[in-house]
């Protein structure tokens, strides 16, 4: 399978980058994705509505999370009001959370899809020989 998602199919869901910006945040997104199914979905002929919308995800979170974007906003990380008292969470932080934010919120949308062989997308398990 060449793709997971077609900037036409993107524009269709709602998308609003230029081609370019897509298929740069796309070749990020399906790298992340075949992270996550153990390369599963390069086996099927089609992608699945759960993989389109995983990528849908991927590309919004991975294009607003840039060096950039971290950079300039700053993020509390803790606030107290008695003696008020903030904290700011750096970048570094930021990108950590986020990344395990989106792997999460990856795995539940792949949740119960399987590949053509009924096996789990998700399934960290071994396979039977």
Do not use: H, W
């Amino acid at each position: 399978m060449a793709e997971y998602l077609s900037y036409e199919e993107y524009l269709e869901r709602g998308g609003t980058l230029g081609e370019a910006d897509f298929r740069r945040l796309a070749a990020r997104a399906k790298a992340r994705i075949d992270a996550l199914t153990y390369g599963r979905l390069r086996t099927m002929e089609e992608a699945p509505d759960a993989v389109k919308d995983a990528m849908m995800s991927a590309i919004g979170v991975i294009g607003g999370c840039g060096a950039e974007e971290m950079a300039a906003s700053g993020a509390v990380a803790s606030f107290t009001t008695d003696g008020y008292s903030e904290s700011y969470q750096g970048a570094d932080e930021r990108a950590v959370a986020v990344n395990r934010a989106l792997n999460r919120e990856l795995v539940e949308l792949l949740a119960g899809v399987t590949d053509g062989s009924g096996v789990p997308l998700t399934y960290a398990g071994g396979v039977e020989a």
